[in-house]
């Protein structure tokens, strides 16, 4: 038998090949599933903290807020082991290279929160030594807001990770959106009369 | 004129009888005998003074307790541009005494004091990355707080506040790269 040039019979599934393609389907999307779960309830954190948001990273770890709920209490101080960069605090011009390198050496998938005004922008350190923001060399997921945020904040910041690790699936972290499109998605409606404000 | 420096300002004039200390205090205060007392020195007699407040038994100042840049550009009545200001400390005299020398450019340079106080390595250290005043006779002069590749002295006036773009300047990494 010859070889049949492409394109000039119609491809037609025979029944057992339907069979083991839905088969596979389902098999997928269970692991789909189940990884994601999984790998969305076990973010390891890699602690960068820099400077006074540091603290309140600790906060979120101790007891009274508890980051363990969350399934993200194992700290790891090697970024082999961590999928989830959390940037706390300013970063200075000596340190941006030790960040990167950090970044470079966590296993995909990685996600990398940015905690804080200063390590969002640079916050009130605009200086010569203070990086303006590591988002300008480096993709960050998750901007969370404050100076320090609240570890509330923080949980929320984490939460929304979760979301993007569930919505994301199994896509390679180059694949993904730049993240300037994530936000906290707001779990409080402020409740405004109308007309206030005028 | 607190009565304990005053002994020591005396011996310091009667040893070098050629240098012109101007004696003042920091701080002028109601209360005299706490007045904190500074004097000055020329770079090139800084060692030899150095030396006999560390080594002299009516002075043994132990301790260097700081040592400190100045920029003095703009600054009002000020004749020098940087000033390099020892901070010293005697714990078995308990008594303190401030030394200031004054450089200018080009090329300010001062002896280094790293063999009368060890301590003083990255203290000094810091104020050649800070000022760019060299120390000559420094065992290790090389940057302490900024790399050193990098090429201005920040602390210095004319200095931008917002550097010259070396807080931009970092190779970017996407999500492609990493
Ligand atoms: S954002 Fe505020 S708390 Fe966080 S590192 Fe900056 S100054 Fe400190």
Redesign the interface.
């Known amino acids: 038998m010859g070889l049949t040039p492409v394109g000039s019979m119609p491809y037609q599934e025979s029944k057992e090949e339907f069979l083991t393609t839905k088969l596979s389907h389902l098999i997928d999307l269970t692991r789909k599933i189940g990884v994601n779960w999984s790998r969305k309830n076990s973010l390891w954190p890699m602690p960068f903290a820099t400077a006074c948001c540091g603290i309140e990273l600790m906060a979120t770890g101790a007891s009274r807020y508890d980051i363990a709920r969350f399934g993200a209490e194992v700290m790891r101080f090697t970024p082999r082991q961590c999928d989830l960069m959390i940037c706390a605090g300013r970063v200075a011009i000596k340190t941006m290279p030790v960040l990167q390198r950090i970044y470079m050496q966590m296993a995909e998938p990685k996600w990398v929160i940015s905690m804080g005004a200063c390590a969002s922008t640079g916050g009130v350190f605009d200086t010569y030594a203070v990086v303006q923001g590591v988002d300008q060399f480096l993709p960050v997921d998750v901007y969370v807001p404050g100076c320090p945020p609240r570890p509330e904040t923080l949980l929320e910041g984490v939460m929304a990770i979760q979301r993007i690790v569930e919505n994301e699936g199994l896509i390679h972290s180059k694949e993904r959106e730049r993240g300037m499109g994530l936000v906290v998605q707001p779990t409080v409606q402020v409740k405004v009369e109308k007309g206030a404000g005028k | 004129m607190s009565a304990k420096i005053t002994p020591i300002i005396e011996l310091l004039q009667k040893q070098f009888s050629d240098i012109d200390f101007a004696p003042a205090p920091l701080l002028e205060m109601k209360d005299k005998s706490a007045e904190q007392w500074c004097v000055h020195v020329q770079p090139s007699k800084l060692f030899a003074v150095m030396s006999f407040l560390r080594s002299d038994e009516r002075c043994s100042f132990e301790q260097l307790s700081d040592l400190a840049g100045v920029d003095y550009l703009n600054f009002p009545k000020a004749k020098d541009r940087y000033g390099i200001v020892y901070s010293l400390l005697s714990l078995s005299k308990e008594h303190r005494l401030w030394v200031k020398v004054f450089v200018n450019d080009p090329n300010p340079e001062v002896p280094s004091v790293v063999s009368i106080w060890y301590g003083a390595t990255w203290m000094e250290r810091e104020v050649w990355d800070m000022f760019g005043v060299r120390f000559s006779d420094h065992p290790d002069l090389r940057r302490i707080?900024?790399?050193e590749s990098f090429e201005a002295h920040?602390l210095r006036k004319d200095?931008?506040?917002?550097?010259?773009g070396?807080?931009?300047d970092?190779?970017?990494?996407?999500?492609?790269s990493?």
């Open positions: 707080l900024t790399w920040p200095y931008p506040l917002t550097g010259r070396e807080r931009e970092f190779k970017v990494i996407t999500r492609d990493a």
